[in-house]
């Protein structure tokens, strides 16, 4: 029975995510003040798509903006804003300056879309973010269980 309700658990995750479309790596390029903390993608349940979670820390005095993200592991990658219980795809998110800009399980995320091979727990996962004003920044995201949820960071 315990199987069967992580199982519906997952499922239902899966569903939530599909209807609006814990380690730190990553750090800003060279004179960056953008660092990137707290990166994990739960196992996808999906051949097809899967979501990403991230921090993004802004520690300079300009804000900043999150507009596209790539993938070599996704055809795209999409960002999702989250306002109440609303969930849209969006071109680009505020990085504000000396504050963060937080994807998070139930809130703002990365959709991985047309995923070209499902990533395994264990693997990482490559990608780019692209800013408005600052290099590019180069993540190595986690793959964890289906069911992570991070203690901290979040």
Known sequence: MR???T?????????????CGGSDSGSGASGSELTVSSAYMPQPVSDSMAAGFLT???KGGTKDELTSVTSDVAGSVTVHETVGSSMEEVTSLAVPAHGQ???????????????KRKPMQGEKVTVELHFAESSPVTVEIPVKSATYNPKTGH
Do not use: W, Y
Request: net charge positive.
């Open 3 to 5: 199987l069967l309700g």
């Open 56 to 58: 993004i820390a802004n």
């Open 7 to 19: 199982a519906a658990v997952v499922t239902a995750g899966a569903l939530a995510l599909a209807g």
């Open 101 to 115: 800009l937080v994807f998070k399980s139930g809130g703002n995320h990365l959709m991985f879309e047309k995923l």
